[in-house]
């Protein structure tokens, strides 16, 4: 047995020598993709935009293969490839490049990987990982590594196109088995690893795997672009693959690596589209949900109402659970319902739920085939009335404008997901929020504020139920395992949100409670349009007489509910030291 291996290596190494005898190598880039899912169009830009030449087989077929991300499976990818890849055989100046697709970005182009293959001298190169998947008992069997990845992963390979086609077609496997165990049952067999000289790519110079290595991969600002490096090996990878929970890392590289965002020019993957003039702008379902007592609720209305979309194109679908609310929404329609297109509004002693009123609105928009809905919730200020339309602008299926707490890190987004599926801050959130680095990221949860297009939404029905999780979060959850993208942007200051965590409505003017909960929104409705004035250095206060002073403080509207307010409780001090009612 030993002297038929060492009879293979020198086989291998003669054909190594033959097949890169030719100095002009060409390279494709194969890929499994069988519907064109957000991670498929991200893939695709990627590879156009570092000159792959890219073949994608099964689009538009029926999936066969299993559920990969839970359980092993994946056959049918190879069963997909050996016919194409059996095209080439014959091909000794071709390399064939597979990756996977919904969970890859390119980080440089195809003359970075043959530069990297040859470095390797073998005649096939797969990815590795550190964990050995599916089948954990063949672990011992690997051949040890002083340093790096230990394990075959199937996510990403590289070869010449004869050895590729051997090994592709070495034996037999049926579309529900593990594409993995298929490749690596071949690697641990040492004459079949002989024979097609494969080696694994341990310290990631061509494939990077992120599962279990997220904490290895930092980014690096140079110039005018961003790339990642693995700190730990000193290696850029070519291929970024995120395999198994590592997906919104990947999401997060993705944002900036392959011209996502680089320091000198910011974002490169934010081109906007132009909208047509008001008669030919898209039917538009704004969907408002008002599931709690919402402080400064009459402004969240009356900025609806400023939008700067044309009304007639705008049809409103109110749902509200909170009695507190309801006169205060039944006025305002009555003051606004001959501007819109149609205004519908499910009422608290209805009883509908929010989980059930989401579904509602979104049924309603597919059934009226809306161009855009809009969901917005009561806590979230539309303080740019050009808001819509800028979000329309950027052309994505699903996309929230950043809304954060005034003075406040709390917003409608989260930069990343613990594992119990609760928030955990992301790498850039502050400089998000700080609006330090302004553009359009994917992002695993948003809120409050949602533009859906809807020609997605007459192809998808998201899912608001869970048993864990809010309605918000259980729809976040869906979207994530569904591959959907979600997107928040940051390329303007768009509006902000409101802290309704404390807001009491046991008073007659409750708002006027609010004053350190919503500073912001207190000091605009509340304090006088001129005080500022009387902090500048040349400002004359009035004094009408000695020891009184006269200077804008607070606005009209505090002084007439402050004076309602204490009316409104009737007790009054006695004069003494002790208050009564707080004894």
């Known amino acids: 047995m030993r002297d038929l291996v060492v009879f293979l290596s020198v086989l291998a190494i003669l054909w190594t020598q033959c097949l890169a005898e030719d100095s002009k190598l060409e390279l494709v880039l194969m890929t499994i993709a069988t519907e064109p899912t957000d991670g498929y169009v991200r893939f695709m830009r990627t590879a156009e935009q570092y000159g792959y030449n890219v073949r994608t087989v099964g689009m538009g077929t029926e999936w066969k293969g299993g559920d990969l991300a839970n359980n092993p499976g994946g056959g049918h990818k190879i069963n997909m490839l050996r016919p194409v890849v059996a095209e080439y055989k014959d091909r000794k100046d071709l390399l064939i490049m597979f990756t996977d697709s919904y969970d890859v970005v390119l980080a440089a182009g195809p003359e970075r990987v043959i530069e990297k293959f040859l470095d390797f001298k073998a005649n096939s190169v797969f990815s590795a990982e550190g964990f050995c998947w599916p089948d954990q008992s063949l672990a011992t069997q690997y051949p040890k590594v002083a340093l790096g990845k230990r394990f075959l992963c199937s996510?990403?390979?590289?070869?010449?196109?004869?050895?590729?086609?051997?090994?592709?077609?070495?034996h037999q496997i049926s579309d529900m088995d593990d594409d993995q165990l298929y490749y690596t049952k071949i690697y641990?067999?040492?004459?079949?690893?002989?024979?097609?000289?494969?080696?694994?790519?341990?310290?990631?110079?061509?494939?990077?795997?992120?599962?279990?290595?997220?904490?290895?991969?930092?980014?690096?600002?140079?110039?005018?672009?961003?790339?990642?490096?693995?700190?730990?090996?000193?290696?850029?990878?070519?291929?970024?693959?995120?395999?198994?929970?590592?997906?919104?890392?990947?999401?997060?590289?993705?944002?900036?690596?392959?011209?996502?965002w680089n320091q000198d020019t910011g974002c490169g993957i934010c081109d906007k589209v132009e909208l047509k003039g008001?008669?030919?702008?898209?039917?538009?379902?704004l969907g408002i949900f008002v599931e709690q007592p919402t402080p400064f609720f009459e402004e969240f209305l009356d900025k609806i109402a400023a939008l700067n979309y044309p009304t007639n194109k705008i049809s409103l679908w109110i749902h509200c659970q909170i009695p507190y609310h309801d006169k205060k929404i039944v006025d305002w329609m009555n003051s606004v319902k001959e501007k819109y297109a149609n205004v519908s509004y499910i009422d608290p002693p209805q009883g509908v739920s929010e989980l059930d009123a989401r579904t509602q609105a979104m049924r309603v928009c597919r059934k009226e085939k809306c161009g855009y809905y809009f969901s917005l919730n009561s806590i979230a200020h539309l303080d740019n009335p050009d808001m819509i339309r800028r979000l329309m602008e950027f052309n994505r299926n699903v996309i929230v404008p950043l809304l954060a707490r005034p003075f406040k890190l709390w917003s409608n987004y989260w930069g990343n997901i613990a594992r119990n599926?609760?928030?955990?801050?992301?790498?850039?959130?502050?400089?998000h929020i700080g609006y330090e680095r302004k553009g359009v990221w994917n992002v695993p949860y948003v809120g409050e504020a949602v533009l859906y297009k809807g020609e997605w939404l007459a192809n998808h029905v998201p899912v608001f139920y869970s048993d864990l999780f809010d309605p918000d979060m259980a729809w976040c959850q869906w979207m994530r395992e569904q591959g959907h993208f979600m997107y928040m942007t940051n390329f303007e200051e768009y509006g902000h949100l409101t802290d309704p965590d404390e807001f009491?409505?046991?008073?007659?003017?409750?708002?006027?409670?609010?004053?350190?909960?919503?500073?912001?929104?207190?000091?605009?409705?509340?304090?006088?349009?001129?005080?500022?004035?009387?902090?500048?250095?040349?400002?004359?206060?009035?004094?009408?007489?000695?020891?009184v002073y006269h200077f804008p403080s607070t606005s009209k509207r505090f002084c007439e509910e402050l004076i309602e307010e204490v009316e409104h409780f009737g007790q009054w001090s006695g004069g003494k030291h002790q208050v009564e009612w707080h004894s």
């Open 155 to 170: 996510g990403g390979f590289v070869g010449y196109a004869p050895v590729i086609a051997d090994i592709i077609s070495d």
């Open 188 to 260: 641990l067999d040492e004459a079949k690893r002989e024979k097609y000289q494969m080696k694994l790519d341990h310290r990631s110079h061509i494939f990077q795997n992120l599962n279990g290595a997220s904490e290895e991969v930092e980014l690096n600002f140079v110039e005018n672009k961003t790339v990642a490096f693995n700190s730990l090996y000193d290696t850029s990878a070519v291929v970024y693959h995120g395999n198994g929970p590592s997906k919104l890392f990947l999401n997060f590289l993705g944002n900036y690596i392959a011209g996502g």
């Open 278 to 285: 008001d008669d030919e702008l898209p039917e538009l379902l």
């Open 421 to 431: 599926g609760f928030y955990a801050r992301s790498r850039d959130y502050n400089e």
């Open 504 to 547: 009491s409505i046991d008073h007659l003017h409750n708002d006027l409670y609010e004053m350190f909960n919503n500073k912001l929104d207190w000091e605009k409705r509340y304090i006088h349009a001129n005080y500022s004035q009387v902090l500048e250095d040349d400002y004359e206060i009035e004094q009408p007489c000695p020891d």
